[in-house]
């Protein structure tokens, strides 16, 4: 078994995370694979400290940055017949994370897990993002893309077969895509509600508006990639255009300093991003057309 980390210029949380796998409860026998991605602080020493005091780790180097090579270069790193699991160099995985989402891959199963905010993040920051505490499996019946990158596990042999993270996917939706095509593939995700991962968000209004952009045009452009599942929601202009309008005139009574109104132009970034999405999407069959 092994955990990968994908790490660019993590000093300020890696050793954190790595505090936190050093102290796992009833976990089987791990070890941790930290990929640099171009580190240019000290990333390298915080995992060779580790090392030195024992700990069962050692580094792969991706130069390329991309969030998905990393976690490629660091899932090719395993032995054969390894079970991966996946967390953020930022992130603080609970301390039986490893023994309740391991316990959830199978040969024909993926694992994922809740993200939690409360503690690695202050209530400024948390009501920026919408106020939640947890982020859990979305209702009893998902379009089961969930998965996220910073708490997911799956078998090396899941990873081959799929031929790994798509490298043409950034920013957003970059795992999303990998479990699309898992569930096209006949793979079924296996929810581990203990496996709890606590999330680090960002602390600046400008930066999760940037994200919800981002975010939302990903979800418009993966809607219409090979292996969208049926159960997932399709995206057109005019219900996304009435949502940005509904969520900017509701902003514009909420003032931004409390957090309705954050999570409202949070809304409103998110659908102009879908807006974005789909325009591509458009131009590209045009292309294709031509």
């Known amino acids: 078994m092994s955990v990968v980390i994908p790490a660019l210029n993590a000093a300020g949380t890696l050793a ?7 102290e796992q409860v ?4 791990f070890t941790t694979i930290v990929v640099d991605n171009g580190s240019t602080d000290s990333t390298l020493a915080i995992v060779h400290s580790f090392a030195d005091a024992g700990m069962d780790i050692r580094v792969v180097n991706e130069p390329v940055r991309g969030i998905n090579r990393a976690r490629n270069a660091g899932v090719a790193a395993t032995p054969d017949g390894s079970v991966v699991l996946i967390c ?3 992130d603080v995985v609970s301390t039986a994370w490893v023994a309740e989402l391991s316990a959830t891959v199978s040969t024909k199963t993926w694992g994922a897990g809740p993200l939690e905010f409360a503690r ?12 939640a505490d947890v982020m859990d499996l979305p209702g ?3 379009f089961r893309d969930t998965g996220h990158g910073s708490n997911c596990g799956f078998t090396k042999s899941m990873w081959s077969e799929l031929g790994g993270f798509a490298l043409d996917v950034v920013g957003h939706g970059d795992e999303t895509e990998f479990f699309h095509r898992a569930w096209g593939a006949g793979f079924r995700l296996q929810w581990a509600p203990e496996a709890i991962v606590h999330h680090r968000q960002r602390d600046s209004a400008t930066e999760m508006l940037k994200r919800r952009y981002k975010q939302g045009a990903a979800q418009a452009r993966l809607a219409n990639r090979p292996g969208y599942p049926a159960e997932a929601p399709r995206y057109r202009l005019g219900g996304v255009l009435k949502s940005a309008l509904v969520a900017g005139a509701r902003a514009v009574v909420s003032p931004v300093t409390r ?6 132009l949070g809304t409103v970034a998110l659908n102009a991003g879908r807006c974005r999405g789909l325009a591509t ?5 045009g292309e294709v057309a031509k």
């Open 120 to 131: 690695l993040n202050s209530p400024r920051t948390r009501s920026l993002w919408g106020g």
């Open 281 to 285: 999407r458009q131009a590209l069959r």
């Open 88 to 90: 953020d160099a930022d």
């Open 26 to 29: 009833g976990a089987p026998a």
């Open 16 to 22: 954190e995370q790595l505090a936190a796998l050093r």
């Open 140 to 142: 009893p019946t998902p």
């Open 259 to 264: 957090a309705p109104g954050w999570t409202l």
